[in-house]
């Protein structure tokens, strides 16, 4: 079945037909500038423009960077505010005239990486963290997905754990690859006691420049870097209709 997955991010909202039986996408990538301020209004508009763009008239999946329970955005981290409470499964219904279903942005990429990519058969549980402005989290237990665990907002040294090690901040702070790498490692032990994984997949940003700090990474167990890269988001968000 083919679904339009569509990745909503900070900087942009990127778009394809996905084969979901496959894992791959069916037509080339789509991305239109995420806008600013990326109100509810202003996202479903450029939604909406993305479904116009491919002529859609099917399902859609999309992934959302906040926590998102039954539909609605529960939280807003790195959005505007004013998503906190919104439907956003009916309003992208409503501007698309489509069936849209939502979910967490990590999530998706998490589902996509446990069904087609580091993840494929692996049983047991899989933790797949995105690490881009903020970070996000997927737990996957026996293929299955448990949903919202916002890893990134957990407490960690005296703040938010994404305030900490997340690479925007690597970036906004100067961080060397190997300072910064210091830091991502003392969270990542802090999540590894907490769910002992069988398996940490990175993925976001940080991920495609994963040679520069995996020498640094210590907790005792597999960490692989993504491998579907820039259409784990858009693959996942598909996925939400499998
Ligand atoms: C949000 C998460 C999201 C992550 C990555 C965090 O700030 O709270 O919901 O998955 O950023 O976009």
Not at 7 to 29: E, M, N, P
Not at 40 to 56: G, T
Not at 62 to 80: E, M, Q, R, S
Not at 181 to 201: G, K, M
Request: net charge positive.
């Amino acid at each position: 079945m083919d679904i339009l997955g569509i990745d909503v991010g900070a900087s942009g909202i990127k778009g394809a037909v996905v084969d979901i039986k496959k894992g791959g996408l069916v037509t080339l990538r789509h991305r239109i500038p995420t806008p600013h301020p990326a109100t509810p209004k202003a996202v479903a508009k450029s939604i909406a423009e993305m479904a116009e763009y491919f002529k859609w008239r099917g399902k859609i999946g999309c992934g959302f960077p906040a926590a998102i329970h039954k539909g609605i955005a529960v939280t807003a981290a790195n959005i505007d505010k004013k998503w906190v409470d919104e439907n956003a499964e009916k309003l992208f219904s409503k501007t698309t005239g489509c069936k849209v279903k939502v979910l967490n942005d990590a999530d998706a990429a998490g589902l996509a990486e446990a069904n087609f990519g580091a993840g494929k058969g692996i049983k047991g549980k899989i933790m797949l963290l995105t690490i881009g402005t903020g970070i996000g989290s997927a737990l996957i237990v026996d293929g299955k997905l448990v949903s919202n665990t916002e890893l990134g907002h957990l407490r960690f040294k005296g703040g938010i754990a994404e305030h900490y090690a997340a690479d925007s901040i690597r970036k906004r702070e100067n961080l060397s690859w190997k300072e910064w790498a210091h830091r991502f490692d003392e969270y990542l032990n802090h999540v590894y006691r907490l769910f002992y994984p069988d398996l940490f997949i990175l993925g976001g940003g940080a991920s495609k420049k994963f040679d520069k700090f995996k020498d640094h990474l210590t907790p005792p167990v597999k960490i692989v870097p993504a491998t579907l890269l820039n259409e784990a988001g858009i693959v996942g968000a598909a996925l939400a209709w499998k």
